[in-house]
């Protein structure tokens, strides 16, 4: 996950944040006010899921690798614990934590034992609650297009299914009560704004700059053939589970 500390700010100011239900549907799900809330993979706090987490008025702790990252967290959060390292390298607190949470960042620990080490992370009772988004297109053309072009740069790039981490929980089989909720919304972006989201996207940021400079101009040059805009169609999933 350090590829992102050297994009941390254009991060912070690019990267959409979470819709405010999701505080509430995380409360409502888990039944009473959590006694403690551990986020794995926390970033900056924006494009995470942290200012969701905060809200939920519980002693926060935010585990995170790069220092770059962290460093933009804390002064955000100060009332948040900020831990910098992985998830695999935490140890929970005798007892474990009442809500554990992750957002953007479920596909970053090892598939193997994601699952069981939340789990066991958690007190009996606690929620595992993982969010983020997926980003569509508002306009079918546009996305045909914008697909085409990436393809064209690097066809290696898949994108996972909206629904993968709900599947991936269950399927892992650690957690009862398992649910998935939707959030729905358009995102009108102007052409830097589109240009510098998908700056900060993991597969774009693994690539070599060469190719990096390519996308981008071929991206640019779409988004003027658009009139200068693209609208998201911006879809927050959320999945939630219970440690029996």
């Not at 590829?3 to 009473?32: C, K, M, N, Q, W």
């Not at 519980?58 to 955000?76: Q, S, V």
């Not at 900020?82 to 998830?87: A, E």
């Not at 598939?111 to 569509?136: Q, S």
Request: glycine share 10%.
């Amino acid at each position: 996950m350090d590829v992102f500390g050297s994009v941390a700010e254009r991060y912070d100011t690019a990267r959409p944040g979470y819709p405010p239900e999701l505080t509430d549907a995380i409360a409502g799900y888990h039944g009473s006010a959590p006694t403690s809330v551990v986020e794995i993979g926390a970033g900056t706090g924006k494009g995470k899921g942290t200012e969701i987490l905060a809200a939920l008025a519980a002693p926060l702790t935010c585990i995170e690798p790069d220092p770059r990252m962290a460093t933009r967290l804390t002064r955000k959060f100060p009332q948040a614990h900020v831990l910098i390292g992985t998830f695999e390298q935490w140890r929970p607190p005798p007892g474990g934590v009442a809500l554990l949470a992750c957002a953007m960042a479920w596909h970053w620990l090892d598939p193997a034992t994601r699952n069981t080490r939340a789990r066991a992370a958690l007190t009996a009772g606690g929620t595992l609650a993982l969010f983020g988004h997926r980003y569509g297109y508002a306009d079918p053309a546009q996305a045909a297009a914008i697909r085409a072009t990436l393809d064209n740069l690097d066809s290696t790039a898949k994108e996972r299914p909206a629904d993968w981490m709900y599947h991936d929980v269950m399927a892992a089989g650690e957690f009862t009560d398992v649910r998935v909720q939707r959030f729905r919304r358009s995102l009108p972006l102007t052409r830097d704004e589109y240009l510098a989201l998908v700056s900060t996207f993991g597969p774009f940021l693994t690539r070599p700059p060469e190719l990096q400079r390519q996308g981008l101009d071929a991206l640019g040059r779409l988004v003027d053939d658009f009139g200068g805009t693209v609208t998201l169609d911006l879809l927050t999933t959320l999945t939630l589970g219970r440690a029996a």
